[in-house]
């Protein structure tokens, strides 16, 4: 079981901006384009900032001389191509923006990662992360009969019922389901199977057979 990487989510060949673009022509892209905030590149095209919405509203009074390399926030919080996408939104909680520049090993960028591409996450259908639970957490990963545990998904929401043969395999499997992408909750109603007793406990119960009693 993996995470999709931000690879696979991320607007690739993005908007981006010289240190010398001017702060009209910033504002139009974000206009035009309709995002939020856009990478500032050198002209190699490694990220040195980001010109955000909040930058131009706290300038906005510096006029038509103001420039990206005025605006911008530096340096830039960036993405690689290979992480997961809960190490970017972790990132994104962390650091409190909305959109990470992605780039390559040379630091140019090669992308854009927005908080509504992670939301796209949430979009999945319902069938294919029952399937996945199924499949990959209980058969591939947990080694469980998938029969002995239904798995429902409505709208995100996963409810399993069912039974499993230890106690510890309850929270792992719901650690577990909550990590598949487009998950929203986990409603975990599995409950263990008592293990068979032993044939010394067995032995050992009123009534039973002493082993090794003289007769």
Known sequence: MRHRSVAELMTANAVTVRPTTAF????RLLHEYDIT???VVDETGHAVGVVSEADLLRRRGAGGGATAADLMTSPAVTARPGWSVV???RVMQRRKVKRLPVVDV??????VLSRSDLIR????H???IQEEIVEDVLARTLRLAPSSITVVVDDGLVTLSGTVPRAELLPVIDRLCQSVDGVV???????CVPAP????EEGSHPGGTQTGAVP
């Open 24 to 27: 009209k022509e910033v504002a």
């Open 37 to 39: 905030a856009v990478p």
């Open 87 to 89: 190490r970017a939104a």
């Open 106 to 111: 040379d630091g140019r960028v090669i992308g």
């Open 121 to 124: 996450l949430f979009l999945r």
């Open 126 to 128: 319902d069938h294919a």
């Open 185 to 191: 909750d986990v409603d975990n109603r599995l409950t």
């Open 197 to 200: 007793p032993t044939a010394a």
